[in-house]
């Protein structure tokens, strides 16, 4: 067997290559923590191999040798050291999430193959790895993906199907946007209309807002209560957070639709409202009311009982304030509770819930514009319209998120080309995502800590389907991950060339997990050989 260097992604801190193979078969032996049998399990289904579990004192003979070990000692609860060798595979994390990076890596080494749902173990009888001493651990807490849900409903097992995706790459939150404007997606057993009419929209525009065209089937769905609980159950066991958000107190037009009394209603007919059917940022926005608090304490209740996280994004974006400019209600409010303005307004109904969460022993997220008229005192800033609000937010001593829409938002187009679908936005390269740079160079290192992490993020107004969502999303999210978890070198000094070779590999694990990335402009062996890994080339559009 012909050794090279692995080609893993996420980039590890220590990559060591030394002589020799490890060969694991169907007399590999696994040596396991107590309680740990999900990892277990989850190499077994990787391998394809019984990996019966053996007492450390039990005598392995010529067989190799899978040990997983929990060190609590070790500098980071997410770091491991992955070695292998002749006989033996140790992985030591320093919780048991470090292990399972440890797993993750290993899958890599193992080839394209392991990443198939069913195969032949090893296509074998066995798999051969090279001999590695690995030492890793990621830069950031926050390693996330926001996947869009509102928008276009995605079915649970595309939820799940993106867990084991982000798990492969080594992200850790999974940030479910749940509602908006379009559609809202969450069973609230309390408010059972919010899911029976703001679950669904009659119709729905095709590509830009200004498009003429519409598709006139009806879309909709929602994830019951049960569907939420095994999501956030499979994500556990890939230590993936999934982070709810339910929008407030703009983007809430299926909320308004469902419940009329949750608008404004004395500036608008809300019984006429429908859940809205094309893009953009719709006007009609919650009233500022001690009813409409309520409402959402109770939707907030249910959530926190379906949802562990520590945190609970809320919003508070893109909030237009015209009704509120000409409620009287609205204006009846600032002046009794001495706001100012209607920034100050949404500043107190953003800071009602912030101190709600906080007496509940969780964090509200909001995105960066919750920091216009005062930011609640606990809240961490999800910085989308730039490095700016980020910048303010790090400075006032809060906790920040980066996902620039400059950098970051995936539904933005790969290429100028004309062939692009639906080309949105910034164009935003592989390269360019690979040279994002999370921590802005103006902070000091104190400041510079309260960058708690980066995230992608997929809106999904123009990606109707999971095949679309894979092409705006894959292989930019490859890129976005090694951002996230490795200790890379400033932008301009990054290695893109290295970067590339390695995603050559990369491209093959893909193709294993049947993702339909965009693929690259270079001619790599599966663009210039039709067929091969079922990626039919003859005929196919050009690449730009």
Known sequence: MSIQ????????????????????????????????HHLAQHLRDITGLPLPVAAADEAAGENTRIVLRVDGARSHPESYRLTAGPGLVTIEGGAEAGVFWGIQTLRQLLGPEAFRKTHPAAAGPAWRIPAVAVEDEPRFAWRGFLLDVARHFMPKDGVLRYLDLLAAHKLNVLHLHLTDDQGWRLEVRAFPRLTEVGSWRARTKLGHRASPLWDPRPHGGYYTQDDIREIVAYAAERHITVVPEIDIPGHSQAAVAAYPELGNTDVVDTTALTVWDTWGISPNVLAPTDAVLAFYEQVLTEVLELFPSPYVHLGGDECLKDQWRASATAQARIAAEGLGDEEGLQSWFMGHFDRWLAARGRRLVGWDEILEGGLAAGATVSSWRGYAGGIAAARAGHDVVMCPEQQVYLDHRQAPGTDE????????????????????????????????GTQANMWTEVTENQQRVDYQTFPRLAALAEVAWSDLPAPAERDYAAFERRMTGHYLRLDALGVDYRPPSGPYPWQRRPGILGRPIEGAPPIV
């Open 5 to 36: 260097e692995p080609r893993l992604i996420p980039q590890p801190r220590q990559l060591g290559l030394v002589d020799g193979i490890c060969v694991l078969d169907d007399h590999t032996t696994l040596e396991a923590p107590p309680g740990t």
């Open 421 to 452: 679908p639906v080309p949105i936005g910034y164009v935003r390269t592989l390269e360019d995502v690979y040279r994002f740079e999370p921590v802005p160079p103006e902070l000091t290192e104190a400041e510079a800590a309260r960058v708690i």
